[in-house]
């Protein structure tokens, strides 16, 4: 199975991030962990994107703040899908890095979760590489059952509750 790259700007986006990296864990994808700044090592995260599919990357996701051109600076360097993470770390409480996340220019898309949604971003992820993996595609198809069967039971109990109002 192909790995996903999961990179940050700053280690302090982990706390967050390692959501995606529980959520990939869980679904048996391996995946690798960086730090790797779009503004402090270009040249590193440039090569790291140019050799990512060669090295047997599958998919990448970039978490980054404020200004957040990692996952734009690594889709200009792979034709592998890239997902960005804005981050919410500045006074503007993450729009700027979902703006700056989603504005690329035509040619270098990233697709785009919401503000620290590191575990859609790993989904998503998953969701690719399940194209051509049947037993992935499974355990998807199984998440989704196990989400609508908590539903299911919340739904239960809240009538149960609202019958005795």
């Known amino acids: 199975?192909?790995?996903?790259?999961?990179?940050?700007?700053?280690?302090?986006d982990f706390p967050v991030v390692s959501a995606a990296v529980k959520k990939l864990k869980s679904l048996e994808i391996p995946c690798e962990v960086h730090v790797l700044s779009a503004h402090r090592t270009p040249a590193e995260a440039a090569e790291f994107a140019k050799n990512a599919k060669a090295n047997g990357f599958g998919v990448m996701i970039a978490a980054a703040g404020m200004a957040a051109h990692l996952a734009g600076v690594l889709a200009a360097y792979t034709t592998l899908p890239v997902i960005?993470?804005?981050?919410?770390?500045?006074?503007l409480e993450g729009l700027d890095?979902?703006?700056a996340?989603?504005?690329?220019?035509?040619?270098?898309?990233?697709?785009?979760?919401?503000?620290?949604?590191?575990?859609?971003?790993?989904?998503?992820?998953a969701q690719i590489l399940a194209l051509g993996n049947?037993?992935?595609?499974?355990k998807l198809e199984q998440m989704k059952r196990q989400m609508s069967e908590k539903v299911a039971t919340k739904d239960a109990a809240i009538r149960a509750q609202a019958e005795q109002l």
């Open 1 to 12: 199975m192909k790995k996903v790259a999961v990179i940050m700007g700053s280690d302090s």
């Open 84 to 91: 960005g993470i804005p981050m919410k770390s500045s006074a």
């Open 97 to 99: 890095a979902l703006l």
């Open 101 to 125: 996340t989603v504005q690329m220019p035509g040619g270098i898309p990233v697709a785009t979760v919401a503000v620290n949604g590191a575990e859609n971003a790993a989904v998503l992820a």
């Open 134 to 138: 049947n037993e992935l595609a499974e």
